[in-house]
């Protein structure tokens, strides 16, 4: 039988050890590296994905010495005592037939702990710690520190190592103009930049021989002024191959970079156009990466020779299934990744460990084997098809639960199927399709167009209620909220209330800026590469350094003015996720959206809306006020079932509406379905 994926699913021998196919799981810290448990747990993360069948692994980072560690208590690979500690990793992947490599990472100036080192004493913007610059001896030492770690990886059973040289960390930092005001043997031309990562690979070649796998991430695309031009980015990738890489991963943008580069609203397979550009020039395979989500959209990258090999990190968070799916022609039972970044970039950044929206088992397998099974199975009715209700309903059938799923609406899905129609949230209908196979597969008797009620529920002895019955948008307490230009979020994402041409937005939250992109889109589908590059100032023709251009307009927001409101002091927008919320504001100020906090609602009349800002009083001659106040809980039904003596589970938005999102509906119906 002819297989779907020919390109992604072939083998590639590399002389001393052959990878079963071309999917890298790129490096991603998850936060278990730093637990006191966290080889074990490791351990049965990585080798889920191995089971997945992906041809290569790559750990998330550890630093050579103390001064590169990511903070305080982040790992090291320094010691026998400590690869020691790793064997428990590498030995459960080579059982389940996989490949792993280490990745060392130097944290440089992006260190958080008080002795961080970098090439010049430049203090990051990202970092309210200053390094201190390098002596020329530390350099050495630094070198023979990365040497030491990659004979340890050997020692630990790995089969390779991933030196770090992208993204803003040291290795790059001493490439880049930016960051390298080094007059030394270290610093000044190109050749003595590039000096410092060229040696760190030769020295890591000499101390393991041949026959051990050097990947370096190598930064294509810095996406900061000052940094690298395309020219020496393709000089450099020539050296490294001549230094001993044995293949070279793409790195793109610094972690400063003020453009975005995996977050959803990033085209899918954007930067393909990069390895594409660089492959030619050497002979070492070549790993395209970034939002390359779907096996469908790497085999047309590889077929098409783009790359050599694809890099997933985060959707092989979301299913570590996605290749042996793939491979049995199963590909639209895949949970694909959606980007959000909700769960893994924003926990890692918050010091948390890492999961995933669509997949909360996600750095949670150790745990997960070791829960009981049910003793037997139990009649469950789960009501609301949610992302809460949905989550509840296939874990519980999972567990060997006979499961009905009640839904008022005629599809599944709840509020995901309002996020779909936001511009850059189109991936959550995947989340949808995902669930829908789920339950076909599992057999969950789904009925739809079904407004549960307590008589009904109980009339059909469930053993088991859980309650996901959602929210209700929150009345804004503003006088004049009846006149005729006052609707809700649910009015507009709805499609039964347009709004005008100059809108007040009220409320700041998360709905609220997904309202103002909504109406400054004038309702275009998903954005073309093209676009994107344009938008956000992406060199694609490789004649500015660091990959930046200036940037475009950001678009006429669909001729509408737009105010964005909100109660709370300061400016909107901080309870937007860590890693994608700034990228919306950027967005919206380009469009001219005029943001404001401390904001006291006077009145709505036919004049527009009347507010106070900081004791000052403003009109705002608007035709449309939209409000996005917030969410109440939905849950009549289960006091209804309490008041009747029948004990719920309530989940989700039904149980506490503050501070909802899809990632917190879809781990407590989880959870909920893991105590049934």
């Not at 903070?71 to 590498?90: D, K, Q």
């Not at 899905?413 to 511009?423: D, T």
């Amino acid at each position: 039988m002819t297989s779907p994926f020919p390109h992604l699913l072939a083998p590639l021998d590399l002389g001393f050890v052959t990878l079963r196919n071309r999917v890298v799981m790129g490096s991603m810290h998850t936060g278990l590296e730093d637990l006191p448990g966290g080889p074990e747990q490791l351990a049965a993360f990585y080798e889920a994905r191995a089971l997945g069948e992906v041809g290569l692994l790559v750990t998330g980072g550890y630093s050579p010495n103390d001064a590169g560690r990511l903070h305080a208590t982040a790992s090291r690979l320094s010691t026998l005592a400590e690869a020691r500690r790793h064997r428990v990793v590498t030995l459960a992947v080579t059982r389940a037939g996989g490949k792993i490599a280490l990745q060392l990472l130097h944290a440089g100036r992006y260190a958080r702990h008080d002795d961080l080192v970098a090439p010049s004493a430049v203090r990051a913007p990202i970092n309210p710690h200053a390094p201190r610059e390098l002596t020329a001896g530390e350099i050495l030492q630094t070198i023979d520190d990365f040497a030491t770690a990659t004979a340890l990886a050997r020692e630990a059973g790995y089969h390779g190592v991933e030196i770090m040289g992208s993204e803003g960390y040291l290795l790059n930092e001493f490439i880049a103009q930016r960051t390298n005001r080094r007059t030394d043997e270290w610093g000044g031309s190109y050749a003595s930049r590039v000096r410092f990562p060229l040696e760190v690979v030769r020295a890591c070649r000499r101390r393991v021989g041949d026959d051990f796998l050097i990947m370096f991430r190598l930064s294509m695309l810095d996406l900061v002024e000052d940094g690298s031009t395309w020219g020496e980015v393709v000089e450099l990738a020539v050296e490294l191959q001549k230094a001993g890489a044995t293949m070279l991963n793409t790195g793109i943008g610094w972690h400063e970079a003020r453009v975005p580069t995996i977050a959803m609203s990033v085209p899918r397979g954007a930067f393909r156009w990069v390895t594409r550009r660089l492959r030619p020039a050497v002979t070492v395979p070549v790993v395209a990466t970034n939002r390359i989500s779907t096996p469908e959209l790497a085999e047309q990258l590889l077929a098409e020779g783009d790359a050599d090999l694809v890099s997933m990190a985060r959707p092989l968070l979301a299913d570590p299934e996605l290749v042996l799916k793939a491979r049995r022609g199963r590909s639209d039972r895949i949970n694909t990744c959606v980007a959000c970044n909700q769960a893994c970039l924003d926990h890692v950044f918050e010091h948390r460990t890492c999961s995933c929206l669509v997949n909360p088992s996600a750095c949670r397998e150790l745990e997960l084997s070791r829960a009981r099974r049910p003793a037997r199975s139990r009649k469950v009715a789960v009501v609301g098809a949610g992302p809460a209700g949905l989550s509840c309903a296939v874990h519980a059938a999972e567990r060997g639960h006979e499961v009905t799923l009640f839904e008022a609406s005629d599809a599944i899905g709840g509020q995901l199927n309002l996020a779909v129609r936001i511009p850059g949230k189109q991936e959550l209908g995947e989340t949808i399709r995902c669930f829908q196979r789920r339950l076909e597969d599992l057999g969950v008797d789904v009925r739809l167009s079904r407004d549960a009620t307590a008589g009904q529920v109980v009339a059909e002895r469930f053993e088991d209620i859980v309650i996901a019955t959602g929210v209700v948008p929150r009345e804004a307490d503003i006088p004049g909220r009846d006149h005729p230009s006052v609707m809700t979020y649910l009015d507009v994402l709805r499609g039964t209330r347009t709004p005008g041409r100059r809108v007040a937005v009220v409320g700041s939250g998360g709905v609220g800026f997904d309202i103002a992109e909504l109406l400054l889109s004038g309702g275009d589908g998903p954005q073309t590469v093209e676009g994107f590059l344009e938008e956000w100032g992406i060199d694609a023709e490789g004649l500015h350094r660091g990959g930046l251009r200036p940037a475009g307009p950001g678009g006429v927001g669909a001729g509408r003015k737009v105010y964005l409101l909100q109660r709370r002091p300061g400016k909107p927008g901080s309870s937007l996720g860590k890693t994608t919320g700034w990228i919306l504001k950027a967005r919206l100020e380009r469009r001219g959206v005029e943001m404001m906090g401390g904001v006291q609602y006077v009145r709505v009349d036919d004049q527009g809306l009347h507010v106070a800002v900081r004791g000052e009083a403003r009109t705002l001659e608007v035709d449309s006020v939209v409000i996005c106040a917030g969410q109440a809980p939905r849950r009549g039904l289960a006091d209804e079932l309490r008041a009747a003596g029948r004990p719920v589970h309530v989940i989700g938005g039904a149980a506490d509406a503050t501070g909802l999102d899809a990632e917190r509906a879809v781990r407590e119906g989880m959870e909920t379905a893991l105590r049934l």
